[in-house]
């Protein structure tokens, strides 16, 4: 199956182009290499160096004998988007090209408004590229568990059977997105199902939880396919900047109370769970959403196992608890369901001291690289 | 009180402007006047003509010596934005100024695309003004009623109460928008909602019904100070078109079977509903939602009253029910609450014979200016 993973040079982007090539599928990668720009233009930069993308393809077709197609442009310009659907005649496409950073697009309203006019505008040329060049081709769009929120009832998967004053409905769970980049993936997430209730399009929604972890069958192969981790203030999530701070003796920095409970995936399931939306397509006219994460925990829980699994290799690690640069419940109720990608046939890989060692290690092995005045949050909310 | 209307040139927000400055407020028009330009490009025009903004302010002055500030520029360009607030500095802002009809939404996806970026970042520009230079100014935005689509319950005001699995909240209403216009406004409100929870803003969101009627008192006082009407297939809304299509022995063009309901009401309530917010601010940090209409009618309902009065007024009246060029459930169960505008003192101008004679004798008064070709719709949603 021809699949084209837009934003393949990214960081789950990248992971998921390799591991489905590796499947068989027939791999296309669509990037703007945006991502890479922001990287010089804010200062900072992925953990372990990597490969320019044409390096990157080249080695995985001398190791591997499988070649990925290669279109670099932007899906806000509609040309290219078509140009792209009639050469590779895409059967899915996998759509991680968008700004994906909550404190980007928090940095001021330029940022607001590129995040949501490049996330919203792309999406909607694919939409209508899908529409008018591919109508049965099958859209699987990375959301995040950000959209819900933390509200004081069970979080379900894209739907909720509400009764009330006596009559029922099933409706799109009510959205309380904490960021304008969360807002951006709530504004996709209605031009997707809108588009498949009229045009019968089929899609998939995945309300992904925070990924951790860098190494995957494929990305680990060799050095010029190692995959980016990102540890600074705009781009590191939780876990990952943890592990950084802890491979160089910088407290872990908490925001506030450290009771916010998240959703969380290793990215080796990030990669498996995409598999398992392409192999099993949704139905013409269906807008599917599954919530894409393995497990639970509060960001103080993580800060407790990282500070253990450091103390094992004999690191000093500390906690710090900031001032929260967000806004955000800082202890709350925390219930979301987890079970259409599992019942696909996902076995998790849950957090383990092994995965807390090897990111602990890989974050050790490129301490030289590391620019602690990275590290602090650099944007507020307020 | 300074009031900043945006969109002040159009139909509602023309209205509005005099009603309040006629009302003792402190009035300001900004409009980018881009909706005279889209009906140069489609080839569409008003019923009854129109003064240009400059002739209006004009003689609005010279009847009432009232004078109206005017400020011709795009919200978009958010350097004009910051100037017009540091020049009128408003304490409340009313923001009619978006693309506002769902079939231009629908025209194509370059019209999609304007929809959604002019509205968004539109809005988003407003947000970051009021709080850069007016944190303490109150918006009232139109939403539209279209956002929540037709769901199998009753529709609560912006939010609903939900038990679920022995739990409680109260959240923000699901949405079911039925075109990329009404996307836009679901798109605003989750931005605004957002701006309220972090900066504090102080919000209304006036989810309006299909307004109708083109006659206010201070629209009336002059010829140079009418309104526009709009009959078209693109701008034009039910119960106006079908008046126009009345007066010139046009059968109605009911779409589909012509049982979609929905909330309608009188223009001199619109600029009413507006006062009320106006004069009665949302608190600091909240954003309040008001559904902003006085009745529920199916438009084959609506279609058999105007069939009615023109048959009083010895017209021949058809009623035509065309293929729907919308994907919309066209029976279904539609009950939408609408107390909280009452709450504050509204008393509703419903449906009348008087009313519909006045429309009807306008229409017949502008007939050779109707241009018979424009009245079909002609954007198709699938």
């Known amino acids: 199956m021809k699949v084209l993973v837009i934003g393949g040079d990214g960081y789950c982007g990248w992971a998921t182009a390799l591991y489905l090539a590796n499947r068989g599928y027939d791999v296309g990668i669509l990037d703007s290499l945006v991502r890479r720009h922001w990287d010089n233009e804010l200062g900072i930069a992925t953990l372990p160096p990597i490969a320019s993308i044409q390096q990157r393809l080249d080695r995985w077709h001398a190791l591997t004998g499988k070649k990925i197609d290669l279109f670099i442009g932007d899906i806000t310009n509609y040309d290219l988007v078509q140009r792209v659907f009639t050469t590779f005649e895409p059967e899915s496409v996998v ?15 330029e940022h607001a408004v590129l995040t949501q006019v490049n996330n919203v505008v792309g999406t ?35 739907y909720i059977t509400i009764e009330h004053n006596g009559r029922k409905d099933t409706l799109p769970y009510p959205k309380q997105p904490g960021s304008y980049y969360h807002v951006s993936k709530c504004q996709d997430s209605l031009n997707i199902h809108f588009a498949c209730r009229i045009w019968g399009l089929r899609a998939t929604d995945l309300n992904q939880g925070v990924v951790y972890g860098v190494l995957t069958e494929e990305t ?18 939780a876990l990952n900047r943890f592990c950084v701070q802890a491979a160089i003796g910088h407290p872990l920095t908490v925001y506030g109370k450290g009771g916010q409970t998240r959703g969380f995936l290793d990215i080796r399931d990030t990669v498996r769970c995409i598999e398992l939306a392409v192999a099993n397509p949704a139905d013409a006219g269906q807008f599917r959403v599954f919530n894409q994460f393995t497990e639970l925990f509060s960001v103080s829980d993580l800060a407790a196992k990282v500070q253990e699994a450091g103390r094992a290799l004999g690191l000093k690690v500390e906690v710090n608890h900031l001032p929260n640069p967000r806004v955000e419940l800082e202890e709350h109720y925390f219930n979301a ?40 949050p650099r944007v507020q909310w307020r």
């Open 124 to 158: 909607l040329n694919l939409l209508y590229a899908i529409k008018e060049l591919a109508p049965t081709c099958h859209l699987v769009k990375l959301g995040t568990m950000g959209e819900y929120g933390t509200p004081n009832i069970d979080i379900e998967e894209g």
């Open 95 to 109: 759509h991680f090209g968008e700004q994906r950073s909550a404190p980007f697009s928090m940095i001021d309203r």
């Open 220 to 237: 680990g192969m060799d050095e010029l396919l190692v995959n980016r981790l990102d540890y600074d203030g705009i781009f590191g999530t």
């Open 337 to 376: 369901k987890n079970t259409k990608l599992l019942d696909l046939g996902l076995h998790p890989h849950f957090l383990s001291e092994a995965l807390l060692d090897s990111l602990l290690n890989i974050a050790i092995k490129y301490r030289d690289r590391i620019d602690a005045k990275e590290i602090l």
